[in-house]
């Protein structure tokens, strides 16, 4: 069975970073490497949204509110999915998932970024 588990949530001062990571278990590295894995957020009231997805070939996409300050990475001998935010503000507090899409999705249980001063 896949798993998925966040880590590295917290409080943040406005500009400060945090780095999530994803861990996925389960599953050899070279399935791993063939999935395609999202981070998404839901904040209080609002609706989940992509935040940024790489593919199984390390293409990158993401969402205008996080371009230039957000950067997804992987590592396929790990099993890991990283999201390392910059700059951060008050409007990306929210609870972030982290996603792996190969033939089915999974979820991860979400962590919480809190963004205040």
């Known amino acids: 069975q896949v798993q998925l588990v966040e880590s590295g949530g917290g409080l943040v001062q406005p500009g400060g970073s945090l780095k999530l990571s994803c861990a996925a278990s389960?599953?050899?590295?070279?399935?791993?490497?063939?999935?395609?894995m999202s981070w998404y957020r839901q904040a209080p009231g609002k609706e989940r949204e992509l935040v940024a997805t790489?593919?199984?070939?390390?293409?990158?996409n993401y969402a205008d509110s996080v371009k230039g300050r957000f950067t997804i990475s992987r590592d396929n001998d790990k099993n890991t999915v990283d999201l390392q935010m910059n700059s951060l503000k008050l409007e990306d507090t929210a609870v972030y998932y982290c996603?792996?899409?190969?033939?089915?999705?999974?979820w991860g249980q979400g962590t919480q970024v809190t963004v205040s001063s």
């Open positions: 389960g599953l050899t590295s070279s399935s791993f490497s063939s999935f395609v």
């Open positions: 996603r792996g899409v190969r033939f089915r999705g999974y």
């Open positions: 790489v593919t199984s070939t390390g293409g990158r």
